[in-house]
Nanobody, 119 residues
Framework: QVQLVESGGGLVQPGGSLRLSCAAS????????MGWFRQAPGKERDVVAT???????NFADSVKGRFTISRDNAKNTVYLQMNSLKPEDTAVYYC?????????????WGQGTQVTVSS
C-alpha cells in the first residue's frame, strides 16, 4: 500500500512564497517519477512539475522560473518551492508518484493541499 502525505499549503499574498512537501511510504521502486499537479475550480487537473529519480525535471510553462522541484530519494520525499506566486496559482495541489511495471503504469495520488494566492 502506497501512501502520499502532503503538507505546506495555505494562504499567501501575491508575490509570496510557499513550499510544499510530500512524503511517500510503502513499496516504491527506486526508479520512479514524483511530481505535483494542480486543479483549480472548474478546471482539469494539470501537471505543475515532475522529477524523475534519475534527476530529470519538467515544468509547466506557466511556472517556469518561479517554481522549483526537488526530492530526497532516500526519504521518498518531493518538494515544490513556489516563488513569485500569482492569483492564478490558486488551486488544490496534488502529489503524485508513478512507475512502470510489466503490467503498465502504477499511479498514486496524495489527498491534495489547498494553495490560495490572494491579497
Amino acid at each position: 500500500q502506497v501512501q502520499l502525505v502532503e503538507s505546506g499549503g495555505g494562504l499567501v499574498q501575491p508575490g509570496g512564497s510557499l513550499r510544499l512537501s510530500c512524503a511517500a511510504s510503502g513499496s516504491i521502486p527506486s526508479i520512479n517519477t514524483m511530481g505535483w499537479f494542480r486543479q483549480a475550480p472548474g478546471k482539469e487537473r494539470d501537471v505543475v512539475a515532475t522529477s524523475r529519480s534519475g534527476g530529470m525535471t519538467n515544468f509547466a510553462d506557466s511556472v517556469k522560473g518561479r517554481f522549483t522541484i526537488s526530492r530526497d530519494n532516500a526519504k521518498n520525499t518531493v518538494y515544490l518551492q513556489m516563488n513569485s506566486l500569482k492569483p492564478e496559482d490558486t488551486a488544490v495541489y496534488y502529489c503524485n508518484v508513478r512507475w512502470v511495471t510489466g503490467a503498465g503504469v502504477r499511479n498514486y495520488w496524495g489527498q491534495g493541499t489547498q494553495v490560495t494566492v490572494s491579497s
